[in-house]
């Protein structure tokens, strides 16, 4: 597009042609884990399976052949693909539960107390010494817990979640969750969870 005074012109150009010694060649996305394919985000590439289809590790999703006027080309293969998979996680913890909150919030002047954790400063000056700076405080809270049935649903499952979820990539989410079994003792608790997990599963590959 380019602009003369008040007007645009539009002006077609042809693709530049793709040399094949400008792409990598034999370039694959292929799958680290089985699943069912739940949606595609794809920059470049020809996806091989359609929604819904049942992958499983080692599986091309998605390669760089592409046909051009009866010629086959290979073009830089980049994307996502999603899937969705069963994961069974067992879990042991310890019953005695020691975790801390955020309590009051309020502002200091010198240095907050060693059970105060600092989320703001007034000026934010490297070179202003501590005792003279204001900061925004707040109280930590310890609480001790001893875990039972009726901390299931509010603290074992939410912990188990989020300790599942660090193990995925960024993208990765989880769908559902199923408790198959929990025991209690004396000093741990003991279990196991299925989780349906919605995650990208392509990596790259260049192997034919």
Do not use: C
């Amino acid at each position: 597009i380019e602009k003369a005074g008040a007007k645009l012109k539009v002006v077609v150009e042809e693709a530049p042609v793709i040399e094949n010694e400008q792409v990598a060649s034999g370039r694959l996305l292929v799958a680290k884990q089985g699943g069912i394919v739940s949606h595609y985000k794809i920059e470049s590439g020809v996806k091989q399976f359609a929604l819904n289809d049942v992958v499983v590790k080692g599986d091309v999703l998605v390669t760089g052949e592409v046909v051009v006027a009866d010629e086959l080309r290979q073009v830089p293969v980049r994307g996502k693909v999603f899937v969705d998979f069963w994961r069974t996680v067992s879990f042991t913890m310890p019953r005695l539960l020691t975790y801390s909150e955020q309590g009051e919030i309020r502002w200091v002047m010198g240095r907050p107390a060693k059970n105060e954790a600092v989320l703001d400063t007034l000026v934010p000056w490297d070179w202003l010494p501590s005792e003279l700076n204001v900061h925004k405080v707040s109280k930590q809270v310890s609480h001790t817990v001893m875990l039972g049935e009726e901390h299931l649903d509010s603290t074992i499952l939410p912990l188990l979640q989020q300790k599942t979820l660090a193990t995925l990539s960024e993208d990765a989410s989880i769908q559902s969750e199923k408790l198959l079994h929990v025991t209690f003792d004396n000093d741990t608790v003991k279990g196991q969870v299925l989780y349906l997990v919605n995650e990208n599963v392509a990596v790259l590959s260049s192997s034919d």
